[in-house]
Nanobody, 112 residues
Framework: QVQLVESGGGLVQAGESLTLSCAAS????????MGWYRQAPGKLREFVAT???????TYADSVKGRFAISRDNAKKTVSLQMSSLKPEDTGVYYC??????WGQGTQVTVSS
């Protein structure tokens, strides 16, 4: 079984911070690129950040300087540290094995 389980979502006020985590199982995590995506109601799912097996990262322009993606290959986890959150960051955040399976998502709501 391939499983990706996100956690850490919640309700926060604008300007605050939140960290999301994704625990992977059933895959060779150490050789897979990983990504975070998000989707707001009525909008398309959009790219947020990716990280290669070696730790190279890419970010959407909208989150550069505020979000940081990281991974721990020994623990098979990938995290998304979010700072200076804005109401427009609100949405369901999904973890993904690049080119493969999606997690179930975790809700992030940022109030003004």
């Amino acid at each position: 079984q391939v499983q990706l389980v996100e956690s850490g979502g919640g309700l926060v006020q604008a300007g605050e911070s939140l960290t999301l985590s994704c625990a992977a199982s059933g895959i060779l995590f150490e050789i897979k690129g990983m990504g975070w995506y998000r989707q707001a109601p009525g909008k398309l799912r959009e790219f947020v950040a990716t990280i290669t097996p070696g730790g190279s990262t890419t970010y959407a322009d909208s989150v550069k300087g505020r979000f940081a993606i990281s991974r721990d290959n020994a623990k098979k986890t990938v995290s998304l540290q979010m700072s200076s959150l804005k109401p427009e960051d609100t949405g369901v955040y999904y973890c993904r094995v690049m080119g493969g399976r999606w997690g179930q998502g975790t809700q992030v709501t940022v109030s003004s």
